[in-house]
């Protein structure tokens, strides 16, 4: 087993790393605090070929592979939370439905926009009644002629209103009695479909989460993305890679946190010595370390499973279930190690902690990784 990374993966690290520190960090506190898209820095990462890692050259993307992809979600996260969001939705939730669905002419249609940049996409799947369980899908779509006419609505969508392609689903008319749901492209400026409520949130402030309203809205029918009824087939896999963005978000996150922690229990002095020399402060300091490597390893996994083809299920739901919990308490243990100075916005590890919340609830919250895990290992429907 190597465990080494390839000088190709290397190299995308050195260059996201020095995009994210020389770009964004000086930026990152004034987007937060302004709640403040960062269009620019997604432009700049776009002409980058960072917004289309994973997606062949051919077909506008960057011609590598899942594990650069995570790479750059974890660079970027690691000190923006909101661009690493921005750029793992649009990726992993925007971009991929069409790649693993799309016909010719949509790939050629919305995918080359998207994998190049040029255009940010969304996904629209979560509603105010359907969140894990997506038998609750209210939204309706009905055909009439050579269109389809989608009325309903979706919540908490990352990129609404910035982006320029959403991926939705809906029931349709012949999936009615069964639940099952359609996937459909929507454009940004297609009549009929408007940005609600945008949403103020705990953290991740210059990112958009937002409601889409669908008043017939009316979109071709060749719009219709995969066979009718499979939706909820394509959003499952489309969940799947999304999970090892969002892993690798929340590694990002812990790793931000785990330096800064590092430092200043070396640089803070309290009894005539460093506080990194308190048993206290020093187990915090290397449980952090261990349990981000081992994140980390899972994580990657996930990914290389995903690149070789092989089943990886399973293994990103446990990279998100666990990068995801050790966020959480490296960015909590963090704000401890700084004590006073941890719970003012003066230093980030606040801004970290709350920004590792939403990887424990995104694409899939903590408690349905487990069910997805318990029901892949056992066989059984676990509830």
Not at 23 to 47: H, N, Q, T, W, Y
Not at 215 to 241: H, Q, S, V, Y
Request: aromatic fraction near 8%; proline fraction near 3%; include cysteine.
């Amino acid at each position: 087993m190597d465990f080494a990374l390839s000088p190709q993966h290397e190299e995308i690290r050195r260059t996201v790393r020095d995009f994210a520190e020389k770009r964004i960090a000086p930026v990152a506190d004034d987007l937060e605090r302004k709640g403040e898209f960062p269009m620019d820095i997604i432009r700049e990462a776009a002409s980058l070929g960072l917004l289309g890692v994973p997606y062949p050259e051919e077909i506008g993307g960057t011609g590598l592979d899942s594990l650069a992809y995570a790479i750059t979600v974890e660079e970027l996260s690691r000190v923006s939370g909101s661009v690493g969001i921005i750029v793992s939705a649009h990726t992993s939730l925007g971009c991929n439905p069409v790649w693993l669905a799309g016909t010719d002419e949509q790939k050629e249609k919305y995918l080359r926009p998207m994998a190049s940049g040029e255009v940010i996409g969304a996904y629209g799947l979560t509603e105010p009644g359907a969140g894990s369980d997506s038998r609750g899908t209210r939204t309706r779509a009905h055909r009439d002629g050579d269109t389809w006419v989608i009325n309903g609505g979706k919540r908490f969508i990352t990129n609404a209103g910035v982006a320029g392609t959403y991926i939705v689903t809906a029931v349709t008319d012949r999936e009615e009695q069964s639940g099952k749901i359609s996937a459909f492209i929507v454009e940004a400026d297609t009549p009929g479909f408007s940005i609600g409520r945008m949403e103020e949130k705990m953290g991740l402030h210059a990112s958009n989460t937002g409601e889409l309203i669908f008043e017939d809205c009316r979109i071709p029918a060749e719009n219709m993305l995969g066979p009718e009824g499979e939706g909820d087939k394509l959003f499952l896999k489309t969940l799947d890679g999304g999970r090892i963005g969002i892993a690798s978000m929340a590694l990002g996150l812990a790793q931000a946190a785990y330096e800064a922690a590092s430092a200043y229990a070396k640089e803070r002095k309290q009894f005539d010595r460093p506080i990194g020399a308190f048993q206290g402060v020093a187990f915090k300091i290397a449980d952090a370390a261990t349990g981000i490597d081992a994140a980390r390893l899972m994580t990657y996994r996930a990914a290389w499973l995903k690149d070789n083809g092989r089943p990886y299920s399973t293994e990103a739901a446990m990279a998100k279930l666990y990068a995801s919990e050790v966020a959480r308490d490296v960015t909590n243990d963090a704000i401890q190690v700084h004590g006073g100075y941890g719970y003012i916005t003066e230093y980030r590890v606040e801004r970290y902690l709350r920004d590792a919340k939403l990887t424990e609830i995104g694409e899939g919250t903590s408690e349905i990784q487990r069910m997805v895990i318990a029901r892949n290992l056992l066989g059984l429907r676990a509830m």
